[in-house]
């Protein structure tokens, strides 16, 4: 039997069963299309299935960190938190794929590891692990920002005699710590979540930290009636709103630079932001807060001055400023209680920058200058964000290009969601699009509308193929690139330039321009007949 015979035929092949990959069978069902969506995990939910570690919750508030498509759905459901912890988000996503009759066009524990572009049929090939072969004019690529973790490759991790867990595939039925001597790598966003909860549990918890994070408190608390209810009376109207906002989710902007007003002014507001309204609306003060280094400079100090004032012990409170770089330079962290469980007596900080982790040995692991015995060791090292699911999957587009060769310098595309090369592949919030620095929901719904109108434009017009244009790719990387370099963001040594991974190519991959200014980039390409695109 050929391999054509045997594929199976849909009309669209989508990878991923997240809040994308759910979202796109939706809408796209709906158009009327046989669609079917490949996930590698053993249940839906993408992030939110796999980052179950002890206080892991979203830093967008609920009310809006969640479908705005229905109407029905968006006031029925009821959020129990201001911030969602990680079950109730899960518990959502399902409620979601029930309601709408989603599971039956979703094949679970599916890892595709290959597609390729046929140029004779113009349909995708997709293949995956298990030999499994499905065939579609269109590939939709919902595989997340954050959904491959770094594998670790300290030495002598094999000799260690304790349990070794990854925040990232953490384990379904929990860990017990009770007891135990705790070892955790990493002080990134699933780290500073986390610490707090190990320190309740474990008998004495170690932190190595090689980078201190500027992270602000979420303030987090019961879901209030009236606040719930004042959303639900007027979703249609805020979720409008929320769209001509730069991260999509309405904040406490401030609408003037902080280089218009006095020191003493500006210090006034960061404390207000701070004790009232918390997390990513700290830095939503000033309008010119990650462009003018003045600013971003007193918005730093701010955060530095908080730590000494919550933190007892003076040389830990140092341990954990920042200082190499300003608030933003990395991604901000939204804590709860962070800081102030380095004064629990058995929480110990050690900083592997100055005294660099060795090597495990079987009952711990050694830095340079120390040694610690440990029962087990958490490992929250972070990803290979926004390209690494991509490049994963073995993708090869027209003439046998590979997408690992055409990025092998950093990422290139249109507008967020197409490669030269690969017609009839979409991306959804991949590089060049705001993606991690908005309500990734509603940018997730933004991009999946706008591949389903663009499917349907191709169907009214009678042509099979779309394909980003490579002068229009390269303008596209350009305006990226530009509007990046006019702010501080590319100087810290982030994962949104890849420097988190040896070798990455050192390129800034979200835009930076705002939502909002992105949403009118797409909107102007779809009402030009999809202009920057070649159909055939």
Not at 116 to 127: A, G
Not at 213 to 221: T, V
Not at 484 to 494: C, D, E, F, Q, V
Not at 498 to 517: E, S, T, W
Request: aromatic share 10%; proline share 5%.
């Amino acid at each position: 039997m050929s391999e054509r015979k045997s594929a199976k035929r849909l009309d669209v092949v989508v990878i991923g069963a997240g809040f994308a990959g759910l979202y796109a069978l939706h809408r796209l069902r709906k158009d009327g299309y046989s669609v079917r969506v490949l996930e590698a995990g053993k249940s839906i939910g993408g992030t939110w299935y796999w980052n179950r570690y002890p206080g892991a919750r979203c830093d967008i508030e609920s009310m809006q960190y969640s479908y705005s498509f229905s109407d029905e759905i968006q006031r029925e459901w009821k959020w129990s938190q201001l911030y969602a912890p990680q079950p109730e988000i899960l518990s959502y996503i399902n409620f979601v794929a029930d309601k709408l009759d989603l599971r039956r066009d979703i094949q679970l524990e599916t890892r595709v590891v290959a597609a390729t572009f046929d140029e004779q049929s113009r349909t995708w090939k997709v293949r995956t692990e298990a030999g499994e072969a499905f065939e579609a004019p269109f590939c939709v690529m919902a595989t997340g920002c954050l959904s491959v973790p770094i594998v670790p490759t300290f030495p002598g991790m094999e000799k260690f005699e304790g349990e070794v867990y990854r925040t990232s595939d953490w384990p379904h039925e929990g860990v017990q710590l009770k007891g135990k001597r705790v070892g955790l790598v990493g002080t990134g966003s699933s780290g500073i979540q986390v610490t707090p909860v190990l320190a309740e549990q474990a008998e004495h918890l170690y932190v190595f930290q090689r980078t201190p994070n500027y992270s602000i408190p979420a303030l987090n608390r019961p879901m209030d009636e009236e606040y719930e209810q004042a959303w639900k009376q007027n979703y249609p109207e805020r979720r409008k709103a929320a769209l001509a906002t730069r991260i999509n989710a309405l904040s406490d902007f401030g609408t003037v630079p902080g280089s218009s007003v006095s020191y003493e002014e500006r210090e006034r507001e960061f404390e207000r932001r701070w004790t009232k309204v918390g997390g990513f609306g700290f830095v939503h003060g000033y309008t010119d807060i990650m462009t003018d280094p003045a600013v971003n400079a007193h918005a730093s100090e701010f955060v530095r001055k908080k730590i000494a004032a919550l933190v007892h012990d003076p040389e830990v409170a140092k341990k954990l400023m920042p200082s190499d770089y300003g608030i933003g330079g990395k991604r901000i962290c939204v804590d709860t209680a962070y800081f102030e469980t380095f004064n629990r007596n058995n929480v110990t900080l050690i900083d592997v920058k100055s005294d660099p982790i060795r090597s495990f040995k079987p009952n711990g692991l050694s830095t340079q200058t120390q040694s610690f015995e440990l029962d087990t060791v958490i490992l929250a090292i972070g990803f290979d964000a926004i390209t690494g699911a991509l490049l994963k999957i073995d993708i090869t587009g027209r003439d046998g290009l590979k997408l690992r060769d055409r990025w092998a310098d950093g990422p290139k595309n249109y507008i967020g969601m197409a490669v030269s090369g690969f017609p009839n592949m979409f991306m959804i919030t991949g590089p060049g699009s705001p993606s991690v620095f908005t309500n990734m929901v509603a940018s997730i719904e933004q991009h999946v509308d706008w591949i389903a109108d663009c499917i349907a434009h191709l169907k009214r017009k009678g042509v099979s193929s779309i394909e980003a244009l490579p002068e229009a790719e390269e303008k596209w990387v350009s305006h990226v690139n530009e509007v990046a370099n006019a702010t501080l963001m590319p100087k810290g040594n982030s994962w949104y330039v890849g420097a988190n991974i040896p070798g990455k190519p050192r390129v800034f991959m979200p835009y930076l321009a705002g939502a909002h200014v992105y949403k009118k980039a797409i909107e102007d390409v779809a009402s030009k007949d999809y202009e920057g695109f070649g159909l055939a």
